[in-house]
């Protein structure tokens, strides 16, 4: 399996989550499982049923979780020789001059992106279109809605 790219910031996420779910949520539903099961008849007691559908779900995130670190490659962006370029973990001010509106980017792997946070994912049409440009250049990215253009106002790795 390829590397994923993933950001610091994501991977100690991911971390966090995992530890969370390891050393917090998977012991409180094995508790809830065994009280459910000392209420004695295991075919109609709802507290059971629902909690070993908890299980299910929490160790199929773990399962997941450690798959994803495992096959993450981190890429701290304060340690890239960039050059004034945009790469994978920077941020990036851009102006959309159709519109005359300021965004800001932060370029991410696919599990850290989130739109409404301004952090956008590698493989989206705008990231692809941004990588390896510098600051002052023109990017015309082809979206769904039609094509928008950005000018790059700055690039900052932090």
Same mark, same amino acid.
């Given at each position: 399996?390829? %590397?994923?790219?993933?950001?610091?910031?994501? =991977? $100690? @996420? *991911? /971390? !966090?989550?995992?530890?969370?779910?390891?050393?917090?949520?998977?012991?409180?539903?094995?508790?809830?499982?065994?009280? =459910?099961? !000392?209420?004695? #008849?295991?075919?109609?007691? +709802?507290?059971?049923?629902? =909690?070993?559908? @908890?299980?299910?779900?929490?160790?199929?995130?773990?399962?997941?979780?450690?798959?994803?670190?495992?096959? +993450?490659?981190?890429?701290?962006?304060?340690? *890239?020789? +960039?050059?004034? %370029?945009?790469?994978?973990?920077?941020?990036?001010?851009?102006?959309?001059?159709?519109?005359?509106?300021?965004?800001?980017?932060? &370029?991410?792997?696919?599990? $850290?992106? #989130?739109?409404?946070?301004?952090? &956008?994912? &590698?493989?989206?049409?705008? !990231? /692809? !279109? *941004?990588?390896?440009? @510098?600051? #002052?250049?023109?990017?015309?990215?082809?979206?769904?809605?039609?094509?928008?253009?950005?000018?790059? *106002?700055?690039?900052?790795?932090?």
């Amino acid at each position: 399996m390829n %590397k994923v790219p993933l950001t610091v910031r994501g =991977a $100690e @996420q *991911l /971390r !966090a989550e995992l530890e969370r779910l390891k050393r917090i949520e998977r012991p409180r539903i094995i508790e809830a499982i065994s009280e =459910a099961r !000392a209420h004695g #008849d295991l075919k109609e007691n +709802a507290e059971y049923h629902a =909690a070993r559908e @908890q299980q299910s779900f929490v160790e199929g995130r773990i399962q997941e979780l450690e798959s994803k670190l495992a096959h +993450a490659e981190v890429i701290d962006v304060t340690k *890239l020789a +960039a050059n004034g %370029k945009v790469v994978f973990g920077a941020t990036v001010n851009v102006l959309e001059t159709e519109t005359n509106e300021e965004h800001t980017f932060l &370029i991410v792997g696919d599990d $850290e992106a #989130d739109i409404k946070q301004g952090r &956008i994912s &590698i493989s989206s049409p705008i !990231a /692809r !279109a *941004l990588i390896g440009k @510098q600051q #002052d250049d023109i990017v015309v990215v082809a979206a769904p809605g039609g094509s928008r253009e950005f000018e790059i *106002l700055a690039i900052r790795y932090v």
